[in-house]
């Protein structure tokens, strides 16, 4: 387990108090680069999430819930595009290095699609699409967690997040799409 000498201290930044703790996750949670199988599938989640898992997520709504799916993807567009209209700020306001770029204990991954860690863009979108579904359609709630879950840890086991970047996008992507489906599709 790391200390606070551990902790690379050449990177420090403004999230210290965090970035201990946040530290000792990322580390723990690091794929080693002779675990092809486990990176090969994380890097394959983290691809999933740069868009081409909305394909099949759409097409399941539309198939399982046709005279829902207007609704369920009204919100979902509505809630991504309002997130991502505030999260590039977001971003760089909090300009939090990856652990990728901290240290170099992470496997090889694909290029993250910007440069800073807060909060996990991937999973606040991942979030904000599944909301309206897991609120139409409670009974989608396992899939809908398992399916989080696997981009969650994809995005730490990559280096390309600490926990606390998951659980600020979760709450983003929760809160903002949690509140425009309910008051859209109540």
Not at 17 to 29: F, N
Not at 69 to 85: D, E, K, Q, R, W
Request: charged fraction near 15%; charge should be positive; hydrophobic fraction near 50%.
């Amino acid at each position: 387990m790391l200390n606070d000498k551990e902790f690379p201290s050449h990177r420090r930044s403004g999230w210290d108090k965090m970035g201990v703790i946040d530290w000792r996750i990322a580390h723990a949670l690091a794929l080693r680069p002779d675990r092809r199988v486990p990176v090969a599938a994380a890097n394959v989640m983290s691809r999933l999430g740069n868009g081409p898992i909305y394909l099949p997520i759409v097409g399941a709504v539309i198939y399982f819930h046709p005279h829902e799916a207007a609704t369920i993807i009204l919100c979902a567009a509505a809630s991504i595009l309002l997130l991502h209209s505030v999260y590039p700020l977001v971003k760089r306001i909090a300009a939090r290095p990856r652990p990728r770029d901290v240290a170099p204990h992470f496997a090889d991954s694909i290029p993250p699609l910007d440069k800073y860690s807060f909060p996990s863009g991937h999973v606040m979108t991942l979030t904000a699409a599944l909301t309206p579904i897991v609120h139409t359609a409670p009974r989608t709630w396992p899939l809908g967690v398992a399916v989080w879950a696997a981009m969650a840890w994809s995005r730490l086991a990559t280096g390309d997040h600490y926990a606390s970047d998951v659980a600020a996008g979760t709450l983003m992507g929760a809160l903002v799409s949690g509140l425009l489906t309910y008051w859209i599709a109540s």
